[in-house]
């Protein structure tokens, strides 16, 4: 009996457990059947490529439906409660866009000059010893020793030649002077107080050569420019006018070649100016912080 027909042995499947091969059972040595053994294999093969094929289609299946099932998802996530939306806007902002900014209501800075520049603002303490602090000024290289102080609202008493016209005549109220020395070289300074900036200009504009202040001497300081040459300057700031009187103590004249007494004086004008800006700025200080 040739292997492959009906009888006793049972035909080999390759897919049936147990299944006898047809080489392996009962063999007297005959050739085996190649015919049935080649359709044994292309049967087998025909199945794997089913399959094969049949388990792609479910993967792919499964794909699709892992990917169909992750977009419902996000599509329900972002409409979810408390979720962000993964949407981006339909139009983009343009990123030249200057933001805007809602208008401030700060209130801008108090102007020191207006607090010396009317007598109903300027009311901090006024004295020789506010105005002239110390016994001493330093001005860059340059130590003066302060000498006497004076004080009088009796401002033509104060000053000699055109000054007392130009002060009276424009309402000044109060004179106060001191007097710093410096090398045998002594600089009295006057400031002269009015009621308004208006005033002390126009006070200011009517003086001349011959408007000086008086000069102050003692406590260690010799009389000076009384008969001699001495340099002078005038200036104002706010409702103040301010004067500078610079000579030798030894009653030498002054000429154009005495650049110490040229610095002397102007640095005490330069110290006149900073003193009566002070005062504007530590009132402004103080009326913003109110």
């Avoid at 006898?20 to 040595?29: A, E, L, N």
């Avoid at 490529?49 to 996530?77: H, N, Q």
């Avoid at 109060?174 to 126009?202: C, H, P």
Wanted: aromatic share 6%; net charge positive.
């Amino acid at each position: 009996m040739s292997y492959g027909q009906g009888g006793s042995q049972s035909q080999w499947d390759p897919w049936k457990p147990n299944s006898q091969q047809p080489w392996s059972s009962g063999s007297d040595g005959q050739t085996p059947d190649w015919a049935a053994l080649a359709e044994a294999s292309e049967t087998r093969h025909k199945r794997r490529r089913v399959l094969f094929i049949g388990g792609g289609v479910l993967a792919v299946a499964g794909i699709a439906t892992a990917v169909a099932m992750s977009m419902v998802s996000a599509s329900s996530d972002s409409n979810a409660p408390g979720r962000a939306s993964s949407q981006l806007p339909a139009t983009l902002p343009s990123e030249s866009a200057t933001p805007s900014f809602a208008p401030t209501s700060a209130p801008p800075p108090l102007d020191p000059k207006e607090f010396i520049s009317s007598a109903k603002k300027d009311t901090a303490p006024l004295s020789p010893d506010t105005l002239f602090p110390g016994t001493q000024l330093t001005m860059g290289e340059n130590v003066y020793k302060k000498g006497l102080t004076d004080d009088t609202k009796n401002c033509a008493t104060a000053a000699q030649g055109t000054l007392p016209k130009a002060l009276t005549g424009n309402g000044c109220t109060r004179l106060l002077r001191a007097t710093y020395s410096k090398d045998g070289i002594a600089v009295t300074i006057g400031i002269a107080v009015f009621d308004t900036e208006a005033q002390a200009a126009k006070a200011r504009g009517e003086t001349d050569k011959k408007s000086i202040i008086k000069p102050l001497s003692g406590d260690g300081v010799k009389a000076f420019c009384n008969g001699a040459v001495c340099r002078s300057t005038t200036n104002s700031l706010g409702r103040y006018a301010y004067f500078t009187l610079t000579g030798f103590t030894n009653g030498k004249s002054v000429t154009t070649e005495d650049t110490k007494v040229f610095r002397a004086g102007d640095d005490l004008a330069q110290f006149a100016f900073q003193q009566i800006s002070r005062r504007g700025e530590a009132q402004a200080s103080a009326a913003a912080n109110q």
